[in-house]
């Protein structure tokens, strides 16, 4: 592939924007400059660097963060800044969206592609694709929200029941809840309609996929093979 088509497709700009960039000398492919935007390039493996950013060639991207409070899961929000604000601008310019949502005040877990089957599968909600969170909630709980959880609790504006695939309390203020709808608010509804409050919700897992300790809040990675494999693997303790 043309080196300016291979740097546009990865987010670098329009094709006359990536044609200035290698004429200007600032792109480089396996550490060496190219000045020709014609030149051809085997994609497969490809490392190239535009003003000495190291990247790898990806036809698709597919990464995770550990979202922050604090962000909104939106390109054009409200109050909160954008959780594209945390991305490298080429990824944003290459049409990265996340995959679902996080409220503004949630943490964890998040996915991001430029992959329109990929966002959904993993974000639809008739695929039902387990989800675990972490509830801090603001007194202790009770054996009785556990019950009604797992028994299914209405909610306003939804005409059947939602009931959680697994819950289970891990101290005395914390509750941890498998869901496998999506809906706006799910978890913080479901846990005030079975009588407790969220002060704090964070997504540990989708599908097979942990959020990694070692990922501090407002970070992002790729996906790699292992991580796509986990994601689509059945989850387990
Ligand atoms: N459920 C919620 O209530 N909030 C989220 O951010 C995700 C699931």
């Given at each position: 592939?043309?080196?300016?088509?291979?740097?546009?497709?990865?987010?670098?700009?329009?094709?006359?924007?990536?044609?200035?960039?290698?004429?200007?000398?600032?792109?480089?492919?396996?550490?060496?400059?190219?000045?020709?935007?014609?030149?051809?390039?085997?994609?497969?493996?490809?490392?190239?660097?535009?003003?000495?950013?190291?990247?790898?060639?990806?036809?698709?991207?597919?990464l995770m963060m550990n979202k922050p409070a604090g962000y909104e899961c939106s390109r054009q929000p409200?109050?909160h800044p954008a959780i594209y604000t945390l991305l490298?601008?080429?990824l944003v310019?290459?049409?990265v969206q996340s995959v679902g949502r996080l409220d503004q005040?949630s943490c964890g877990l998040l996915l991001f592609?430029?992959?329109?089957?990929?966002?959904?599968?993993?974000?639809?909600?008739?695929?039902?694709?387990?989800?675990?969170?972490?509830?801090?909630?603001?007194?202790?709980?009770?054996?009785?929200?556990?019950?009604?959880?797992?028994?299914?609790?209405?909610?306003?504006?939804?005409?059947?029941?939602?009931?959680?695939?697994?819950?289970?309390?891990?101290?005395?203020?914390?509750?941890?809840?498998?869901?496998?709808?999506?809906?706006?608010?799910?978890?913080?509804?479901?846990?005030?309609?079975?009588?407790?409050?969220?002060?704090?919700?964070?997504?540990?897992?989708?599908?097979?996929?942990?959020?990694?300790?070692?990922?501090?809040e407002g970070e992002w990675?790729?996906?790699?093979?292992?991580?796509?494999?986990?994601?689509?693997?059945?989850?387990?303790?």
């Open positions: 592939m043309e080196l300016e088509k291979i740097i546009h497709s990865q987010g670098f700009g329009s094709r006359k924007e990536c044609r200035a960039l290698i004429r200007a000398g600032v792109v480089s492919v396996d550490n060496r400059p190219v000045g020709d935007p014609k030149r051809d390039f085997a994609t497969d493996g490809l490392a190239f660097a535009v003003d000495g950013e190291r990247w790898q060639y990806r036809e698709r991207a597919y409200q109050c490298p601008w080429p310019r290459r049409g005040d592609s430029d992959d329109g089957k990929f966002i959904h599968r993993w974000s639809s909600g008739k695929k039902r694709v387990p989800k675990l969170y972490r509830a801090w909630l603001d007194e202790d709980v009770g054996s009785e929200i556990v019950g009604r959880l797992l028994d299914g609790v209405r909610l306003h504006d939804e005409p059947e029941p939602f009931s959680a695939v697994d819950c289970r309390i891990r101290d005395p203020r914390v509750l941890e809840v498998t869901v496998t709808e999506g809906r706006y608010h799910l978890v913080k509804r479901m846990i005030a309609a079975a009588g407790g409050h969220v002060a704090r919700l964070q997504r540990l897992r989708i599908g097979g996929l942990w959020l990694p300790q070692d990922l501090p990675r790729w996906l790699d093979e292992v991580a796509l494999a986990a994601l689509a693997a059945a989850p387990a303790d």
